[in-house]
């Protein structure tokens, strides 16, 4: 069974840095890669990065492309978003999630489409002025 637990959102300050965490466990076969997306109230959902689990490549929305780092540990089955000069419409609830190649929940990060195949309940980030 997929398990996804994101941690690491804050109340911060317009300006400052968060790095988010997301432990994951018992991927399915066809999960390639992880990625975070968030989704503000009243908002679409919006992809942020993804990277591959194998090779490391990283995926980017051009929204957030200059101030977001995705990485991973292999060793501690995690990911990070390091996401810097957080402004207040960085607001949102952040989600961890497992993907994969095909499958009817799509998330879209830059020129790439991936499938959800599963996430987790999220971390929120909430960014005053």
């Known amino acids: 069974q997929v398990k996804v637990v994101e941690s690491g959102g804050d109340l911060v300050q317009a300006g400052e840095s968060l790095r988010l965490s997301c432990r994951f466990s018992g991927l399915g076969h066809y999960t390639y890669a992880m990625g975070w997306f968030r989704q503000a109230p009243g908002k679409e959902r919006e992809g942020l990065a993804g990277?591959?689990?194998?090779?490391?490549?990283?995926y980017y929305s051009d929204s957030v492309n200059d101030r977001v780092t995705i990485s991973r540990d292999h060793a501690e089955n995690s990911i990070y978003l390091q996401i810097n000069s957080l402004k207040p419409e960085d607001t949102a609830m952040y989600y961890c999630a497992a993907l994969s190649h095909t499958g009817e929940n799509i998330l879209e990060i830059g020129d790439t489409v991936f499938a959800l195949d599963a996430w987790g309940r999220g971390t929120l980030v909430l960014v005053s002025s």
């Open positions: 990277i591959d689990l194998g090779t490391g490549t990283t």
